[in-house]
């Protein structure tokens, strides 16, 4: 699971004696809610079908796959589909690529998710040979659902806006930038990125 609200608050805390930037906007915004997604494939599925597309036509997707397959979408009924029964749920023939991927190392035993890497980079390698899955997502899947402390989707824009925000820079940081910027937060990155969409969503802007 991810990363507690106690998790979250004591991160910050520390943040903020680091960075003082931290408690003024913790002042204005308050502390974030958590973000947690169950471990394992329901999650990693999400996250194809959710590529590129709003959270309401996601979840729309979503709906109409578990009301085909059953709850959570098991790997073996989805691979069991063809391609029109499918695309009439919603997935494009690249997400039906993805999704097939996924399920088929899901039921072969090529991606044991009880079985991650303990160095972060290693376990984002690992889930990346999923077709479909890159850096970003596996970034997102061993923050929300593996509760990793010190994952920092660096690339994300919403990061690098709430990094840009945070700090007050005259320009939102690179993806580069942004990396460099978060090496002093480490160990507690993965609450400083739960932090800076938190601020981006209320639209805090340091002076």
């Known amino acids: 699971m991810g ?3 106690k998790q979250i608050e004591q991160s910050l805390t520390h943040l903020a004696s680091v960075e003082p ?6 002042a204005f915004a308050g502390y ?3 973000r947690i997604r169950p471990r394992g494939y329901q999650t990693l599925l999400r996250t194809i079908v959710g590529q590129q597309v709003s959270v309401a036509a996601a979840a729309s997707v979503w709906k ?9 979408c098991p790997a073996e009924k989805l691979i069991a589909q063809d391609f029109d029964t499918l695309r009439a749920c919603g997935l494009s023939r690249q997400k039906q690529g993805y999704a097939r991927s996924l399920a088929e190392l899901i039921l072969s035993g090529g991606l044991p998710l009880d079985a991650l890497p303990d160095d972060d980079e290693e376990a984002i390698a690992y889930l990346t040979r999923v077709r479909g ?7 997102i899947y061993l923050l929300f659902a593996e509760g990793r402390s010190d994952i920092w989707p660096a690339g994300d824009l919403a990061v690098q806006e709430g990094v840009g925000r945070l700090l007050a820079l005259p320009a939102r940081p690179s993806e ?7 090496d002093d937060w ?3 990155r993965g609450a400083a990125a739960i932090f800076t969409w938190h601020i981006y969503a209320k639209d805090f802007k340091a002076i």
Not at 21 to 26: E, M, T
Not at 176 to 182: H, Q
């Open 3 to 5: 990363l507690s609200a």
């Open 21 to 26: 930037r931290f408690a003024d906007a913790v």
């Open 32 to 34: 974030p809610e958590p």
């Open 64 to 72: 109409k796959l578990e009301a085909l397959l059953g709850e959570n």
């Open 133 to 139: 899955i890159g850096r970003w997502s596996a970034e």
């Open 176 to 182: 580069k930038e942004t990396r460099a910027i978060a």
């Open 186 to 188: 480490r160990p507690h």
